[in-house]
């Protein structure tokens, strides 16, 4: 029991996977909502930087573009916002912990100053959300998570991508409290129907959570099932054949032959 629950905790596919998720559909978002030319640029240092995995030139590049965004004339409150809360998200796979703390509380004083009432908002509860959580401050995490998904559905609607990300963050910190009524909750709010389709990531995620969810409840056999779907959706809806891909494909397939494992094992060694 003891090697797939350290399996589970290690191998995390979640956070950084899903949050790039959330920065590239959000800032792609406000470009074609407001054509801004500071989120173009980000989007780009994206799409040229951190999609590589390069997390300091990503920090350095958005650093540059922050500078220029703040001497601009006029309002930038929006911009400044957005970039100093996914700077807080960087920061935070950095684990430079303290430089995202100052980032979050200057793009909340901001925030608080123009009265936003619109997005970045719920990007910056959301990117609070997971610092807390890295804090293992768990309540407060939560309750940041929750401000997120109202405005989420204030926003975007009920079905949105970004309010799926969410339930499935609540439900990795409900994990991580080691309260699996309410972490198979989130979880299952995540699959809805309503999310399935609309990013196949996404929905390994949902599913891959879902699955840890069951090995802590020591439910096996519908762990089991929860991983193969994921192979199996990730198989189908195969777009590309990276790197990456196999990683995670890899991935799925040990954690399905370790519970396996375990479940051959008993209620012998591992528990």
Known sequence: M????QMAKKWKFCIILLV????VSSLITAY????MTAIEQAERILNTW???GNVSMTIWEYKKLLRRTEKKDGDQSKDIVALKTNLATFYMEKKQYEKAEICLREAEEISNQTGLKEWPVNDLYRAYGQYETSQR??????????KSVKWCKE???SNSTQGGILYLLMSYTYLEMDDLEEAEKYAELAMMPSYRERDRLYVINALVASGDIRIRQEKYDLAISRYEDAYQYYKDKLLSNTKEDADIMDAIREKIEE????????DGDGM
């Not at 790039?20 to 920065?23: H, K």
């Not at 074609?32 to 054509?35: C, K, L, R, S």
């Open 2 to 5: 003891k090697r797939i629950l």
């Open 20 to 23: 790039s998720l959330w920065i």
């Open 32 to 35: 074609q909502n407001a054509h």
């Open 50 to 52: 951190y999609i590589r």
């Open 137 to 146: 401050n768990y309540d407060k995490a939560l309750e940041y998570y929750e």
């Open 155 to 157: 926003l975007y609607g």
């Open 259 to 266: 519970t396996k494992r375990m479940m051959g094992e008993g």
